[in-house]
């Protein structure tokens, strides 16, 4: 059973920055694509960024792109998402996701899902 653990969300001013990471475990190939999703209150989860392994091709939500980096670790079974230049509307749970193939269109439709972790971006 793949499960996926999030850690480092918390509050911060407009134009802050935060890094999420996700460690993973459960399963043996980790040639999918992993990344995060989030769910802004009150709208539908979106995918955020997604990376894929080998080649470490990466697929970003246009809304965040040039202020969000992902990148992953296979040694460690991780995959971290810096985030600069936030914005309010980032405020959102952030939930990490490994799907069940590449990192393509909509990767995140079929994807296991961790907890979730809580951004607060201010103003």
């Known amino acids: 059973q793949v499960q996926l653990r999030e850690s480092g969300g918390g509050s911060v001013q407009a134009g802050g920055s935060l890094r999420l990471s996700c460690t993973a475990s459960?399963?043996?190939?980790?040639?999918?694509?992993m990344g995060w999703l989030r769910q802004p209150p009150g709208k539908e989860r979106e995918g955020v960024a997604g990376v894929s392994h080998p080649g470490g091709i990466t697929n970003f939500l246009k809304t965040v792109r040039g202020r969000f980096t992902i990148s992953r670790d296979n040694t460690k079974n991780t995959v971290y998402l810096q985030m600069d230049s936030l914005k309010p509307e980032d405020t959102a749970t952030y939930y990490c996701a490994r799907a069940l193939g590449g990192c393509g269109y909509r990767w995140w439709a079929s994807a296991d899902w961790g907890q979730g972790t809580q951004v607060i971006v201010s103003s």
């Open positions: 459960g399963y043996t190939d980790d040639t999918n694509c």
